[in-house]
């Protein structure tokens, strides 16, 4: 559970008030215990919360995910649709699927969600044409990001919106020195999104940086 650039002790008190949710707890737990220093991919339940509130805020009904890894982001926005909904997720491997299941099942949101293995740009561009897209979740490589962004920004529906995860990592956006891949990926995608005209965006500083992003009313979307 964290939230970029929050000290500990608020960050603690947005903690203290949330009502502890055991089976993102017990998956939280799993992971770490399966996985080790790789549970820290996982989004913070505060997150997960918002996440699920805006699901069932918007009305969303279909919703695409692109890096599901154990489970955690999938929990919580299975979580915000209605039973006939439907949570699509893409992932390179099933490494992590059967963790990921034990917690779906014990929530009871496994059979809103349709987990594909194999490129996520290959799936995504398999998906129907028409907009039927209410809500995205991008949290896998940095590098795919704005290929996954174009694929899926014709295909949202007029209420759709797109989150996409780890917009600021760690503050190593703002590192000169940090020149990795993943940093450099990140920064350009900012960038390439702040200075679309078609789009309308913002950071979030919620966990390590989300940002929200929305076709521009009255802008066509290129396809």
């Not at 799993?30 to 699901?55: H, K, P, S, W, Y």
């Not at 979580?79 to 059967?98: A, Q, W």
């Not at 349709?114 to 209410?134: K, N, S, T």
């Not at 993943?182 to 078609?198: E, K, P």
Request: proline fraction near 4%.
């Amino acid at each position: 559970m964290r939230s970029f650039g929050i000290p500990d002790d608020i960050q603690q008190y947005v903690v203290d008030h949330l009502d502890t949710d055991p089976i993102a707890a017990q998956l939280a737990t799993a992971t770490r215990e399966r996985f080790g220093d790789l549970a820290g991919m996982n989004i913070g339940e505060d997150q997960g919360r918002f996440m699920q509130l805006l699901v069932e805020a918007t009305g969303a009904r279909t919703i695409v995910e692109v890096g599901t890894f154990t489970g955690m982001s999938a929990l919580w926005l299975a979580r915000g649709l209605p039973t006939d909904g439907r949570l699509i997720c893409f992932d390179l491997v099933d490494t992590y699927l059967e963790t990921a299941m034990e917690a779906w099942t014990a929530a009871g949101v496994a059979d809103r969600i349709d987990m594909r293995i194999g490129p996520a740009a290959d799936g995504l561009a398999q998906l129907p044409d028409e907009p039927h897209v209410d809500l995205a979740f991008l949290d896998a490589d940095k590098g795919g990001y704005r290929t996954y962004l174009d694929l899926l920004l014709p295909r949202l529906t007029e209420r759709g919106a797109i989150l996409v995860d780890n917009v600021l990592w760690s503050g190593r956006i703002l590192d000169a020195d940090a020149t990795d891949d993943n940093t450099v990926a990140l920064r350009d995608f900012n960038d390439h999104v702040a200075g679309r005209d078609d789009c309308e965006s913002v950071i979030l500083t919620l966990g390590d940086g989300v940002t929200l992003i929305r076709p521009r009313r009255g802008h066509a979307t290129p396809a």
